[in-house]
């Protein structure tokens, strides 16, 4: 079964700083998706940034990028020039096969000002 | 299109009630996904629907549990004889299903409360 982990529960991160949540998976498969979605208090969840595992460069929507270590099963999530809407709760997703999609538990990010 | 809908957005219920919520996904999308969601945990996966098929059920899907997506528009989720373990909030998502094009949008979700 596959299985992804965000050892990371709580983050903080000062205003215009750059901060790094972490997340790593479990799969026997090669040919998966990888994403991070945004959640801010009481609103809907929001794609931030995907990664499809067959592609060794690393993805990057503006201010947010990933460092996708394949044989490690790390797909970690830089957010630079932290702003306060970025405070959010943050999820690693993994998917393969065009599957349904397997959630971790999250990691909380307070952006100071 | 304004994205994937959910109603209601809040549903308190007494133990042992039935309860049905509803999820119309963007037109577009073939697939449409239910999910469950509490308090400071991930969203755990319940069913998904290609069209009108239902292709997955998790465990977590119960017998009281029952869903369905009549003629692959719209969705619904009931949930039978209500306990409080029941309370959570109900995530609905749909995606086009393609490779190109991989990744859900998600509603804003249908909060339940069992008293």
């Known amino acids: 079964a596959q299985t992804v982990t965000q050892s990371q529960p709580e983050m903080s991160v000062q205003e215009a700083e750059t901060v790094t949540l972490s997340c790593t998976y479990d799969t026997s498969e090669s040919d998966y998706y990888l994403f991070w979605y945004k959640q801010p208090p009481s609103r809907q969840m929001i794609l931030v940034i995907r990664q499809e595992a067959y592609k060794q460069q690393n993805a990057t929507e503006n201010r947010f990028s990933v460092n996708f270590q394949k044989a490690a099963k790390s797909f970690s999530l830089k957010i630079s020039d932290s702003q306060l809407g970025d405070a959010a709760m943050y999820f690693c997703a993994y998917a393969y096969n065009n599957n349904d999609m397997r959630f971790g538990a999250g990691t909380r990010l307070t952006v100071k000002p | 299109d304004t994205g994937v809908s959910q109603d209601p957005r809040h549903k308190i219920t007494k133990r042992g009630q039935n309860v049905t919520f509803r999820c119309d996904p963007i037109s577009e999308h073939n697939r449409l996904y239910w999910y469950r969601q509490t308090l400071g945990q991930g969203p755990e996966f319940l069913t998904y629907f290609q069209n009108e098929a239902q292709l997955e059920k998790s465990r977590l899907l119960s017998d009281r549990f029952s869903a369905e997506r009549p003629k692959g528009s719209f969705s619904t989720l009931e949930i039978q004889r209500t306990e409080q373990g029941d309370s959570a909030m109900y995530l609905c998502?749909?995606?086009?299903?393609?490779?190109?094009?991989?990744?859900?949008?998600f509603g804003s979700g249908t909060r339940l409360t069992v008293v």
């Open positions: 998502a749909s995606s086009a299903g393609d490779r190109d094009n991989y990744g859900y949008t």
